[in-house]
Every structure is written in C-alpha cells, then in structure tokens.
C-alpha cells in the first residue's frame, strides 16, 4: 500500500529535491560562465597580445583607472567574449567600493562600467 507520508516516501522525495536543486544551481552557473566567456591564462594573454589584435594589459589597466576616477586595480583578466577579446578589471576606488569594468580587448575603449 502507498502511503505518501511515510518516512521513506519523504526521505525519496527530499533527496530529490535537493539533488534537483543542485543540479538546477551548476546549470545556471555554467550558463552564466559561458554567457560571460572564457578567460585566458596569463600565458594565452601574452600570446593573444603578442600576436596583435589585443591591446597590452596595461593600456586596458589605465583606461579602467580612468574610467574609476582612480584606485587601485584589483585583477584584470582577457576572457573572449563574442568572436572577440574583453578585459575584465575590477578596481578598488578611494571610497572602499570595487567597481568592475569592461574595456574592449581590440581598441581598449572602456565598454561597461558599474
């Protein structure tokens, strides 16, 4: 006979549910990475940038600088994003706030900053 408020008919169906939700959580997560693109080792930035097409680091490092009204960068990564290149900066402005910017790769003109 069914029961479905026996003890095992609830483990079965937490069990479920957590295992849905997690499954449900990496899903988003790798949607959000491959929406964002996939950064480049240090090594694979030297290379891009070597190869022309790529700013220098540290052009795309200034313009961020710039665009924070100055502090301190944080990290800065070159992730291909769309068929191009997209440096993601994250600066520590003056006022304790971290602000990220995204500064196109090929002319390194600041896109977004928030």
């Known amino acids: 006979m069914f029961r479905p408020w026996s003890p095992y008919f609830g483990a079965m169906w937490g069990a479920r549910t957590i295992f849905a939700t997690i499954a449900l959580l990496a899903g988003l997560a ?4 491959a929406a964002q693109g996939v950064c480049l080792s240090p090594d694979e930035t030297r290379a891009a940038v070597a190869q022309g097409g790529v700013v220098a680091p540290q052009q795309a ?6 665009a924070a009204s100055g502090g301190e960068v944080v990290r800065a990564e070159l992730c291909r994003q769309g068929g191009g290149y997209v440096y993601r900066i994250s600066v ?3 006022d304790g706030r971290v602000m990220r910017i995204v500064v196109d790769g090929g002319s390194g003109r600041v896109l977004e900053g928030r």
């Open 61 to 66: 490092v200034s313009a961020a600088r710039d």
């Open 30 to 33: 790798s949607f959000e990475a």
């Open 92 to 94: 520590l402005r003056r």
